[in-house]
């Protein structure tokens, strides 16, 4: 449930703005009945940035769609081999076009 203030009421109780925006949710700020900002916290700021960040990621986007739709399986990190680079492996299941391999570091 999100919180408001009037600018007015925002600059005489700012610190509390501030404490209820640690809180998690955003905090709205009203003038004249209409929302015209928001306040929210460095976390939450954070993790826009990073959910923006990975919805640019057209090569994350695919990977996720080809999932969705059931065309990936995915084998644990302890079934690999050992002399297997230690990241998860995505092997396509029949039919589908097979992944192309990461490049290595």
Do not use: C
């Amino acid at each position: 449930m999100s919180t408001s203030y009037s600018i007015a009421a925002g600059q005489k109780s700012f610190p509390k703005v501030i404490a209820d925006s640690e809180k998690g949710d955003p905090i709205a700020i009203d003038r004249h009945g209409e929302t015209v900002a928001y306040v929210i916290s460095k976390a939450r700021f954070d993790a826009i940035l990073e959910t923006m960040e990975l919805l640019s990621n057209t090569e994350l986007i695919e990977t996720l769609r080809r999932d969705q739709a059931g065309l990936t399986t995915w084998t644990a990190l302890d079934a690999l081999d050992d002399d297997a680079s230690p990241r998860t492996r995505r092997v396509l299941k029949k039919g589908a076009a097979k992944a192309s391999k990461p490049a290595r570091r």
